[in-house]
């Protein structure tokens, strides 16, 4: 008797499990992919800590964010090298919340087996009276991400049309609006 190997997924995001979406398009889904014998591994950019302050500011503040997020880059950086142990990536939104796809584009060249999940036009500037990451944004990084990845998950129908322009493979998943119970 063969024994069955599971599929084993790494989902990356820069959010926890704070993060309204990661939940909504991440963990919501979890019991149900392992219920299919489907083994999750999820991993996020920020810490829990780092999330809940990335909106504070001051001196004492911005230096405390900036420790923590060289931090989250360090390791980062030591958790890439191992994406291709994994059948398939899911890079929710992004892997890394600044600049371009460099991040994503070089998770693509250590496994090809990229499914990117959005649920919002990230690839608009931020409407935000204070955008920390405006300075950094690089608009084509969701292009390119799409172009790195092999399927493209996308919350709707406005989405998915704008991910058909860079990636053949594109699945329309609309975001729950409640929690599923896999939080």
Request: proline share 5%; charged share 25%; glycine share 8%.
């Amino acid at each position: 008797m063969t024994r069955r190997r599971h599929l084993r997924v790494l989902c990356l995001s820069v959010y926890t499990r704070s993060g309204p979406s990661h939940r909504h398009r991440v963990l919501n889904y979890r019991p149900y992919w392992e219920a299919a014998g489907v083994q999750v591994t999820v991993q996020a950019f920020l810490t829990e800590g780092l999330f809940a302050r990335r909106r504070r500011f001051g001196g004492l503040a911005t230096a405390d964010k900036v420790g923590m997020f060289l931090f989250c880059i360090l390791r980062m950086l030591v958790r890439l090298p191992f994406v291709g142990r994994y059948d398939v990536l899911i890079v929710h939104r992004e892997v890394f919340p600044l600049g371009g796809a460099h991040f994503e584009r070089l998770a693509g060249w250590i496994t090809p087996r990229i499914v990117l999940d959005v649920d919002d036009a990230i690839w608009a500037p931020m409407p935000l009276a204070v955008n920390q990451r405006g300075r950094f944004w690089d608009p084509e990084r969701v292009a390119d991400t799409l172009r790195a990845s092999r399927v493209a998950v996308m919350g709707n129908d406005f989405l998915a049309a704008y991910a058909q322009r860079y990636c053949e493979d594109v699945v329309v998943v609309p975001t729950p609006y409640r929690d599923l119970g896999g939080g």
